[in-house]
């Protein structure tokens, strides 16, 4: 598939299948891909300041200031490893970020390709993240029904134990659809107004999700033209 220059936005609830067609992306177009979530989980884990600042809010199911988050995402596409294209997931999730993004990338001369909205349901939200395991080592992600690794409670790709996200018990869950709906949901508008949104029914299986996806980015390639 071609590469050439896409700058890309995953954009849906959590859940909704973003990490498991990010990790699919990542790996056909070869393209810097930067999950805001697992940039965080990381800084929690290796205590750095960002972590330490973040940590209060993931635990409840919050969102972390935006200019925590919008330091991280500036920092990556300043450094030049993102100047071929870049896919974000999770990131914006709230307008005042996608305000600075814009902000960003004019700044550096850059534009968006393509949002691309991954839509699912409350109620199957909630079923994905209940049986949702994910690598203790990296960002690899499992369902225990949907989605099984070969080898009950091991990462299939680097053997580490999986294990259930803090985030991922009901009560938090709750909270964090909640968060969605209110501050990142309007996120839909905002770029249906800048003619960026792209819509993917999220609910089918992940190969049917993953082709939908595939084909959409086909077209924008097209469009691009060399
Ligand atoms: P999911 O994949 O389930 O949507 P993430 O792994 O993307 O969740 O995010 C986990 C947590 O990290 C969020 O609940 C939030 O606390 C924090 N987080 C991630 N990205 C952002 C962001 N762009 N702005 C604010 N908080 C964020
Ligand atoms: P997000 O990054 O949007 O939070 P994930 O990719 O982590 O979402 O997916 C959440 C859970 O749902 C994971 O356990 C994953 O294996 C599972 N999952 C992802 N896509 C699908 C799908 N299309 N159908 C069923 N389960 C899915």
Not at 17 to 24: A, L, Y
Not at 70 to 89: C, P, Q, V, Y
Request: charged share 30%; with cysteine.
């Amino acid at each position: 598939m071609p590469n050439r220059n896409l700058n890309l936005i995953l954009l849906g609830p959590p859940g909704s299948g973003k990490g498991t067609q990010g990790e699919r992306l990542q790996e056909d177009l070869e393209l810097p891909y930067y999950a805001t979530g697992d940039i965080l989980r990381a800084a929690v884990k290796d205590a750095t300041e960002v972590g330490l600042a973040a940590r209060e809010y993931m635990d409840r199911g919050d969102l972390v200031p935006d200019d925590v988050i919008i330091g991280l995402i500036a920092e990556r596409l300043e450094s030049g490893e993102a100047d071929r294209g870049f896919i974000l997931d999770g990131f914006p999730r709230t307008v005042p970020q996608a305000e600075a993004l814009d902000a960003k990338l004019s700044e550096i001369g850059r534009q968006l390709t393509a949002v691309i909205l991954i839509d699912a349901s409350d109620e199957e939200i909630v079923r994905r993240l209940s049986g949702r395991r994910v690598s203790s080592n990296g960002g690899y992600v499992y369902h225990v029904e949907f989605n099984p690794p070969k080898v009950e409670g091991i990462c299939d790709v680097d053997d580490s134990e999986l294990i259930v996200r803090d985030d991922d018990k009901p009560e938090v869950v709750r909270h964090r659809l909640e968060q969605y709906h209110e501050k990142t949901a309007p996120l839909v508008d905002y770029y249906s107004r800048q003619a960026l949104l792209n819509r993917v029914d999220g609910s089918r299986d992940p190969d049917q999700v993953g082709e939908a996806v595939r084909s959409l980015i086909s077209t924008f390639s097209l469009e691009e033209g060399p």
